[in-house]
């Protein structure tokens, strides 16, 4: 069956622009989640969402970044005013259930956001 | 507060001799430690999982990991490496709250040398 999906696979952007990223999670996973991959460093969380709410995003840096994911499924995830920092690969992943013990989270490809 | 320490960011070894990646964490709670590949251009996979049942996990590709709660060690293994190994390796920690945050450490890259 089809995994997770990441759309672009790669963005550049010029400081200051808005950019989306979109996330298709495997039909029927209700938790998707969403990280941050700078060079040589392994994903740090950002986002967690089970359903439509946003169950946890302590993760988020500042509020230049959100996320949403309206109807359960597709979850899009919004940078403003992006700054060069911000490059890095944004990770998505989804899980069967709303967490519970040793789910597996499955991940898409990534898409490479890079900041001019 | 949970983290995670991967004492290796490179390891380099002979095809056909094993593989030792090490990992150590620390968890306020009952831990979930996962163990997880990414080759490059291509998305993170699942090796294995560790979920408070047996202590020693087998996963796919002929790697195991022992969970060892006294030295908070879940260190990755596999008995002779193979040149489709060379990827990087990130374990990872999550307690067993309300849902599945995980908390990912920062990367071993394994080198096979044919």
């Known amino acids: 069956g089809a995994g997770v999906s990441q759309t672009p696979s790669n963005k550049v952007t010029e400081k200051g622009k808005y950019v989306e990223l979109r996330c298709d999670p495997i039909?029927?996973?209700?938790?998707l989640y969403w990280y941050r991959q700078s060079l040589g460093q392994g994903p740090e969380f950002l986002i967690y969402?089970?359903?439509?709410?946003?169950?946890?995003d302590s993760g988020l840096p500042n509020d230049r970044f959100f996320a949403v994911r309206p109807e359960g499924s597709v979850s899009t995830l919004k940078i403003q005013r992006t700054e060069r920092g911000d490059s890095a690969v944004y990770l998505c992943?989804?899980?069967?259930?709303?967490?519970?013990?040793?789910?597996?989270?499955?991940f898409g490809p990534g898409t490479r956001l890079t900041v001019l | 507060a949970q983290s995670v320490t991967q004492l290796d960011s490179h390891v380099s070894v002979s095809e056909g001799t094993p593989v030792l990646l090490r990992c150590n964490y620390s968890?306020?709670?009952?831990?979930?430690l996962f163990w997880y590949v990414q080759h490059p251009n291509k998305g993170l996979q699942l090796l294995l999982k560790?979920?408070?049942?047996?202590?020693l996990v087998k996963g796919i590709n002929g790697f195991e990991a022992e969970f060892k709660k006294s030295e908070t060690s879940f260190h990755l293994t596999k008995p002779s490496a193979h040149m489709s190994d060379a990827a990087e390796y990130f374990c990872?920690?999550?307690?067993?709250?309300?849902?599945?945050?995980?908390?990912f450490g920062i990367g071993t890259k394994l080198q096979v040398i044919p």
């Open positions: 968890s306020s709670y009952s831990p979930s």
């Open positions: 990872v920690v999550s307690f067993s709250g309300g849902y599945q945050k995980v908390t």
């Open positions: 992943a989804s899980s069967p259930g709303g967490g519970g013990l040793g789910n597996e989270q499955f």
């Open positions: 969402f089970q359903g439509t709410g946003a169950a946890d």
């Open positions: 560790y979920t408070s049942a047996a202590t």
């Open positions: 039909s029927g996973h209700t938790a």
